[in-house]
């Protein structure tokens, strides 16, 4: 799907969901605050945005991005908020208004971690790799089981106030006096959304050995301070000298044996821009266009939420953003006055 498709169909997404709000048939909705407060959506938003944003500067330089540490505090936000939701599913204590707002921000999570798979340095993290794609499996079939809920009754309450009729992608609706709800249509993004995690999984399964490998290599043979030789400015000889004798990074022939895949790329870690594909503008887009779907929901319909915004629930989610965002401040800053740019 094309960004233009995408940007289309999120305008007439948000018309949708502006006409929708003076047909009186849902407004003055109360969320739980723990789901889609201020807090939470502020986390969500500050993390996603930053991880674009350094993202796409990745494809520009060859050095350190914080990709990996900001990736890392989007996927606690995530696996919590998903596991927030079994209780009430189970106990069908959760209402039509968690549910179809809950999975919309889930949906918008799972998008945005998608984004650091592209990264070099969580490619090279392996362990990150595998926390990344059982999140996003965890949020992507929590996201399945909450919108089956709402639209065939599975949660609480079948008063008017719980009836509720929204656009997100398509018609959504539990409501008996309002037209049916497409559903089906759904379900097609839904299955597309799936497509992109298995599209990205495959990617980051087949290639994080090698770059877990390479960046291990450069480590033994402190290849990155070698690669500064290159420059006509330096001025370091000696170092420049000792470099000789290592061994040369492995290239494109010895790489099909380390991971069966084939790297049209130098091997050498350092030499590898910090952002590896440029896929990840279409998870970008899914998340960006999804807050975007939501905010203007949540603004048309006054949704209130349970708690404020200094709630312990809503506390805790910007209490890992911001301890995220500051280690990531801290690496980066680190990075840059490294002496040669080694990775540790």
């Not at 990344?132 to 009754?153: E, K």
Request: one cysteine or more; proline letters at 3%; a neutral charge.
């Amino acid at each position: 799907m094309t960004a233009g498709t995408l940007i289309l169909w999120s305008v007439t997404t948000a018309i949708g969901v502006r006409e929708a709000s003076k047909d009186g048939f849902h407004h003055g909705w109360t969320a739980d605050a723990d789901i889609v407060g201020d807090g939470v959506r502020a986390a969500t938003w500050a993390q996603g945005s930053l991880l674009f944003l350094i993202t796409f500067l990745g494809m520009f330089h060859f050095g350190h991005s914080a990709a990996k540490e900001i990736g890392g505090g989007l996927v606690i936000l995530h696996v919590s908020l998903a596991l927030a939701f079994l209780g009430p599913l189970k106990h069908r204590t959760l209402s039509p208004v968690d549910a179809v707002l809950g999975s919309m921000i889930l949906e918008v999570q799972n998008s945005a971690l998608s984004v650091q798979l592209v990264s070099k340095e969580t490619l090279a993290a392996r362990w990150q790799v595998g926390a990344v794609l059982f999140a996003q499996l965890l949020g992507l079939s929590t996201v399945g089981v909450l919108v089956r809920s709402f639209t065939r009754g599975g949660t609480a309450g079948a008063d008017q106030d719980s009836c509720i009729s929204i656009i997100w992608w398509v018609w959504l609706s539990n409501c008996s006096d309002v037209p049916p709800s497409q559903i089906s249509p759904f379900w097609i993004y839904y299955g597309l959304r799936w497509i992109t995690f298995a599209h990205s999984s495959f990617y980051s399964v087949t290639r994080a050995d090698f770059f877990d490998k390479s960046l291990k290599w450069e480590q033994r043979h402190h290849y990155s301070n070698c690669a500064a030789c290159d420059d006509p400015f330096m001025v370091d000889t000696a170092m420049c000298t000792s470099c000789i004798a290592f061994q040369a990074p492995p290239r494109r022939r010895e790489i099909k044996d380390l991971t069966n895949i084939y790297m049209d790329t130098r091997s050498a870690f350092s030499e590898i821009t910090a952002t590896t594909e440029l896929f990840y503008l279409e998870y970008a887009a899914y998340g960006l266009l999804g807050f975007m779907i939501v905010e203007i929901a949540m603004a048309s319909n006054s949704v209130s939420k349970t708690s404020p915004v200094y709630a312990v629930g809503q506390v805790s989610q910007v209490v890992v953003a911001g301890v995220t965002l500051a280690r990531a401040v801290w690496v980066t800053t680190r990075s840059l006055v490294r002496d040669g740019g080694e990775y540790s």
